[in-house]
């Protein structure tokens, strides 16, 4: 049987039923990613010994009933920016090349309580930044739809390996649409949680107020799930907040009557595809047919959202990567004179060309004279874009739009115009800026086959709506597989 | 016609507050250990790692404010200040620049009989740095990281000083405010209480400001004065000779007492200060507040008007005994265990202060307890042993703090209060002295003291002085 075709609740529900055991379910997993690497190279580093050991332990708690949980003995993928202890954190770059964390991120250590077996790191843009997974000096992730196409990015090699079915699911972290893209352009279902949701504590930092781990998996159910697991409050993360309900299970109801679904009629302006529009504007029917009430509105503030984006993560980037300077950790450049040349050749040969943009920008909008005409302008166009969806949130219990303006894009052409690459976060930035939890799941297919996004965005702490949602959305139609998963190995 | 010139002195003070663990994450902050044994991802910079406020550091930092008269910021935040050093793990100190937790203060100093306020611009909270060691041979630097995330508060004042003695006036009114609130122990010479100075000067009369130059490297009060000494002189020649003081930091060398020039403002950095995104912001509630209020303690200002009423000591004393919470401690502690005030007061300003002097120590370095001061204090009043043996075991208290009774038993030092023997000894000195005896009768009052003495030396220090003059009167008078 294929197991890596199941959902990570239907794989987690064999090996609870003794169906499967561990040990098949994770050499499963390795066997597809043997087979797939060099087509998809959605992963940085695969622990093929570690996860075989953790199968076995996973096991042993399984069949003495320590792990009870619905998610006990499923492999799974995380993305290489979040913390590992004695597994190689790269973040993709070359800085942290030889970086072995020594402690695991908060997220990931709720995974492991509940028996979840580490496959290995997925692969992203360098430090999350970028949209196509190109950016990685470990070499591009490609598109299980099309090998010619980039899967989206940052969390490029979460969406790949889940769409590619090596794993069932996989985390991954959006800082400005880094989950919501991807699964899109992969065809596969992700959530970026509200900010605050889910620990940051061992997720390492591109833009602290904006940065949030989240599941990919191929389905709602999956990601309500593995959003139970790991939202917890953390103490060791000031920003994670504990009051909330978490109940995420209890919202999979396929019932939308009386929802408010409120459409943003800016978000349907220009640079979007017709094949994207017209298959977001269809999946909204369906929901007014099951019951929901539907209206378009104008949301208004949307042309501001990607230069505020830019600044505000770009300038906390430029702050958080200082500490990568070759002194505690991670590459030092071979030869050196003093130490300034030391952190000059290091950084220099260590980032690649799109975290250095962003660095330099960062550092341009923090330094005096500019502070206040960059930094503190994008934070107040940040507060009027919480007051944007604030006031559509009186009005809405759901807002419903696309994740990205295209299907995916075909590889390079991004790389060559940063600009474009940029606008194409235009559904997705203001999320972040506002913080609020949204989810993408595939609605369609284009003329080429490829996956169209549907993102649906709830009130902060409000995951529970879009979860019910996307539930009855998903619920009238199948899920399809990507090629690649279709074709066997 | 000779120019008068006038001194403008501004101070910032970094004082290392007294908490158990660090501002931002769970290890010590206790001095010594093996490098980088006090650390953990967060004081390192670890990639990943988070900082979480230490609710501790708040609390001393808003009762350093409070007692210094600053209004509480209640809606602080954190920033962070930008630069590459290594002893900076994450090369970025989380500090307080937009918001700092306490504005506009104001602290009383008296130089010389005349009273002034010097006002206090802000106290902000920051992290401390790791060490670096540079290790010559070779040739390498490594880096200890057990300060990393030490909690300081830095208190800025405005440019209120005019004198060497108003700074250190002032430094010591800090001091003894943040050591009565147990905020930190404030020892200059060990680097928790460190005083940068910023001086200019300006023709007497003059309204504005000179250019000012930032000071460094300041380990004790001497080094202060001096290094503002010399820095008057030195801005003094310069306008003299018409050229124009330079905006910069310098560092001054105490042993070659002079000071040379770090850097200028000119390569003076830009931080990119901005708030520090991992860091909510510090909330400060009604709540909170009163509970600081309610624990603050009597600070040195209000013990010296109590002394003053309850325990009649002259003000001299008062003085003395409050400079230092220590000594106002062992002060207040032995009479709670039923000592005299005016007794207590006399051990403390006589044999303490001696005693101190004898062996290099600050008052802060007292380590006796009240209880074995009080004991002494009680054994000399019921006359177990007299003054002179009382001072020889006190100074046994005060380097060993021993217990006075176990040490008088051990060493057979009590006083002799058996008058058969007293009189016995008393009579012998008189039959060995004639002398002396036919001067004090002759009227040469003088000479019982040395009569006395004998006794005492007979007895090898261990009777009651007045009992001897009684006892040797009366065969005298015989």
């Not at chain 2, 935040?77 to 090369?91: A, I, S």
């Not at chain 2, 500090?95 to 010097?118: A, H």
């Not at chain 2, 992290?127 to 990393?148: I, M, P």
């Amino acid at each position: 049987m294929d197991l890596m075709s199941l959902t990570a609740v239907e794989l987690g529900q064999k090996i609870k039923n003794k169906e499967v055991t561990v040990k098949e379910a994770v050499e499963e997993s390795l066997r597809r990613i043997d087979a797939l690497e060099k087509d998809i190279n959605s992963f940085v580093t695969v622990d093929k010994e570690g996860a075989l050991k953790q199968a076995e332990e996973v096991q042993k708690k399984i069949d003495s009933g320590e792990l009870t949980g619905p998610l006990a003995g499923v492999p799974v993928a995380i993305k290489d920016n979040m913390c590992t202890k004695g597994l190689l954190t790269t973040c993709s770059s070359k800085i942290l090349g030889n970086f072995v964390p020594t402690y695991t991120a908060t997220a990931v250590e709720k995974l492991k309580e509940a028996g979840a077996v580490i496959i290995g790191k997925t692969n992203m843009d360098e430090f999350a930044m970028g949209s196509t997974s190109e950016t990685s000096y470990y070499g591009a992730t490609k598109n299980p739809w099309d090998l010619n196409r980039v899967p989206g990015g940052s969390s490029g090699g979460s969406a790949a390996a889940v769409s590619s079915e090596e794993v069932p699911y996989a985390l991954g972290s959006d800082t400005g649409g880094s989950i919501r893209q991807p699964a899109s352009f992969c065809g596969v279902t992700g959530i970026k949680p509200t900010y605050g949701r889910v620990s940051r504590y061992g997720l390492i930092a591109y833009g602290s107020s904006l940065d949030q781990i989240g599941p990919i998996a191929k389905d709602v159910r999956d990601c309500a799930t593995i959003l139970e697991i790991i939202c917890q409050h953390d103490d060791k993360d000031s920003t994670s907040y504990s009051e909330a309900a978490s109940d995420f299970t209890s919202a999979l109801v396929d019932d939308v009557k009386g929802m408010k679904i409120g459409i943003p009629s800016d978000y349907f302006a220009e640079g979007i595809d017709p094949e994207v529009k017209e298959a977001v504007l269809a999946a909204a029917k369906v929901l007014e047919e099951k019951g929901a009430v539907v209206e378009e509105f104008s949301l208004g503030m949307v042309d501001y959202a990607i230069p505020a984006y830019y600044i505000i993560a770009s300038a906390e980037a430029s702050s958080n990567l200082e500490r990568f300077d070759g002194v505690k950790y991670g590459y030092r450049t071979a030869d050196y004179t003093d130490l300034h040349n030391m952190y000059k050749k290091t950084r220099s040969e260590g980032f690649g060309a799109e975290v250095k943009r962003r660095i330099m920008l960062g550092s341009f909008v923090l330094s005096s004279g500019y502070y206040d005409a960059y930094y503190v302008k994008a934070l107040k166009t940040k507060a009027l874009i919480k007051k944007a969806f604030d006031d559509a949130f009186a009005r809405y219990d759901v807002i419903l739009g696309p994740v990205a303006p295209t299907t995916a894009l075909k590889c390079g052409e991004s790389l060559s115009d940063p600009i474009k690459m940029y606008l194409g976060d235009i559904y997705t930035v203001s999320v972040n800026l506002a913080g609020l939890p949204g989810i993408s799941l595939p609605c369609g297919y284009d003329k080429n086959g490829l996956p169209i996004g549907l993102q649906l965005l709830g009130q902060t702490f409000d995951e529970k709506s879009i979860l019910r949602a996307a539930y009855a959305y998903e619920q009238s139609r199948s899920y399809k597989r990507s090629p690649i998963a279709e074709r066997g190995l | 016609m000779e120019k008068t010139y006038e001194t403008v002195i501004g101070l910032e003070v970094h004082v290392e507050l007294a908490t158990k663990t660090k501002i931002f994450c769970g290890c010590s902050t206790e001095f010594g250990g093996e490098p980088n044994t006090h650390t953990c991802p967060v004081c390192t910079g670890m990639p990943g790692s988070l900082p979480v406020l230490n609710k501790a550091v708040l609390e001393k930092a808003v009762a350093v404010g409070l007692a210094t008269n600053c209004n509480i910021t209640r809606n602080g935040k954190f920033d962070r200040k930008n630069y590459f050093y290594p002893d900076n793990p994450q090369n970025y100190q989380i500090s307080q620049l937009y918001f700092p937790i306490c504005r506009d203060g104001k602290v009383e100093i008296e130089v010389e009989g005349e009273k002034k306020f010097v006002r206090i611009h802000e106290i902000h909270m920051e992290e401390d740095a790791g060490k670096l060691v540079h290790d010559s041979f070779t040739d390498t630097s490594l880096v200890d990281y057990n300060r990393s995330g030490v909690p300081l508060i830095e208190i800025v004042s405005e440019p209120d000083m005019r004198s060497a003695e108003e700074v250190i006036a002032y430094l010591d009114k800090l001091r003894l405010i943040i050591q009565y609130l147990g905020a930190s122990d404030c020892k200059l010479n060990e680097g928790s209480m460190r005083a940068d100075v910023n001086l200019s000067i300006r023709e007497k009369g003059s309204e504005e400001f000179g250019t000012r130059t930032e000071m460094k490297n300041l380990n004790s009060f001497k080094a202060i004065a001096r290094a503002i000494e010399n820095e008057r002189e030195r801005q003094i020649d310069i306008i003299e000779s018409g050229e124009k003081v330079i905006q910069e930091t310098r560092r001054w060398d105490d042993e070659k007492g002079y000071s040379y020039a770090m850097r200028s403002k000119e390569d003076a950095q830009d931080y990119r200060y901005f708030p520090d995104p991992d860091l909510v912001p510090i909330i400060v509630t009604d709540e909170f507040l009163d509970e600081i209020k309610s624990r603050q303690p009597e600070l040195r200002d209000e013990k010296r008007i109590r002394y003053k009423e309850e325990y009649s000591i002259p003000e001299y004393d008062i003085d003395i005994i409050t400079n230092s919470k220590k000594m106002a401690d062992i002060f207040e502690e032995t009479i709670a265990l039923g000592a005299e005030p005016k007794k207590v007061s006399n051990w403390l300003m006589v044999e303490t202060m001696r005693l101190m002097k004898e062996h290099d120590k600050d008052a802060d370095d007292i380590s006796f307890s009240a209880k074995n001061l009080a004991k002494l204090i009680d054994m000399v009043d019921k006359k177990v042993i007299n003054g002179s043996v009382a001072k020889e075991v006190f100074e046994k208290v005060f380097t060993d703090d021993i217990e006075p009774e176990k040490y008088v038993e051990e060493n057979g030092l009590k006083t002799v209060n058996d008058e058969g023997a007293l009189t016995k000894t008393i009579e012998e000195i008189v039959a060995a002295n004639p002398k002396s005896v036919e001067d004090y009768k002759s009227g040469k009052e003088k000479a019982i003291g040395f009569l006395v003495g004998q006794t005492m030396k007979a007895m090898k220090g261990k009777a009651d002085p007045g009992e001897v003059n009684r006892i040797l009167k009366e065969i005298l008078a015989k």
